[in-house]
């Protein structure tokens, strides 16, 4: 899918991109797991969520966990380590950062 690049402004600077929509043709939803990847406890409505491309589902974060991390600032640290569990280390090759 081609990205639309709006015309420069005045003093140069482009508008910023406010297309967000999904194309059922080249990309899907992610099914959410329904237990914390860090506790393994089943996970009600409060989480965070990281994409696990592998099996391709959700991964969540308790609301405990989650507050703990988001503090800590080591959230998306926390969720990478998990990939890294699931399927080694080449698996963050598919992440952009």
């Known amino acids: ?35 914390c990847c860090i506790s393994g406890k089943k996970v009600g409505t409060d989480f965070c969520r990281f994409p696990d491309y592998t099996t391709g589902t959700m991964m969540v974060m308790s609301r405990k966990a989650m507050v703990e991390h988001l503090r800590a600032g080591t959230s998306l640290q926390k969720f990478r380590e998990i990939l890294v569990k699931r399927h080694g280390k080449g698996v963050l090759g598919d992440y952009a950062s």
């Open 1 to 35: 899918m081609e990205e639309e690049r709006q015309a420069p402004v005045a003093g140069g600077e482009e508008e910023e991109m406010t297309d967000f929509s999904f194309d059922p043709g080249s990309q899907r939803e992610l099914d959410l797991e329904k237990k």
